[in-house]
């Protein structure tokens, strides 16, 4: 039986799976954020062998496509026994992706702090952990929260690759719309506009951090 769809029914079923989008984005973005930090001091430890591991990490996941990453969280699991849902590997795979592009951004903003603070703590007798804790942190929090906002756009939008593996988002559910109205302008159309509405306030949050803390150094 053909189903009739009004223009409400598809932007109802659009908000719907808007949820699901901004589900999604949090959730990579809180634990990409826990792991990332985990991974920054990793990178940034004077341990050689950690270095070299968590840089591997990062040149992997950013040289690699996102939707390959899913691929292999979504179908990899599979071929060893471990079943994975959509909603699981879609989590899984961004939070991932999240995390060691979080953990660059945010190893750029220690380096950025002049040495002279490392300096001037340890002529205070102060710890490496203590360093980090009193003086370096404190200062490359301040420069990282303007980028780390303006990455968190690219996760909303990196959530629409997961539609390949049946997660059902926006991108997709904008897509089971498409073939049940045969009006795709319409919906990729609404579609867009709703990435646009969680992307667009968050874009203009970043700048307005970039204005504020460039104006206050």
């Known amino acids: 039986m053909l189903v009739q769809f009004s ?49 591997a990490y990062i040149e992997v996941f950013q040289g690699t496509p996102l939707l390959m990453q899913l691929f292999v969280v979504f179908f990899g699991l599979s071929l060893v026994g471990i079943d994975v849902s959509p909603w699981l590997a879609a989590a899984a ?59 968190s756009v690219q996760v909303v939008k990196g959530t629409a690759v997961t539609s390949i593996i049946g997660f059902a988002e926006l991108t997709k559910t904008g897509s089971m719309l498409a073939n049940a109205t045969f009006e795709p302008f319409l919906v990729f159309g609404l579609v867009a506009a709703g990435y646009f509405a969680l992307c667009y306030p968050l874009s203009l949050y970043a700048k307005s951090l970039e204005r504020k803390f460039h104006v206050a150094r």
């Open 93 to 151: 795979g961004l939070t991932l992706f999240t995390s060691a592009y979080l953990a660059e951004i945010w190893r750029g903003c220690v380096e950025a702090v002049p040495k002279g603070q490392w300096e001037a703590s340890a002529s205070l007798a102060m710890s490496y952990a203590e360093q980090m804790r009193h003086v370096i942190l404190p200062q490359a929090l301040r420069i990282a929260i303007a980028p780390t906002v303006g990455f």
């Open 7 to 55: 223009t409400w029914d598809i932007v109802r079923n659009l908000l719907d799976a808007g949820k699901w989008t901004l589900a999604l984005s949090l959730i990579a973005f809180v634990l990409g954020g826990i792991v990332g930090m985990a991974i920054l001091f990793a990178r940034i430890s004077q341990h050689r062998a950690l270095q070299t591991a968590t840089k």
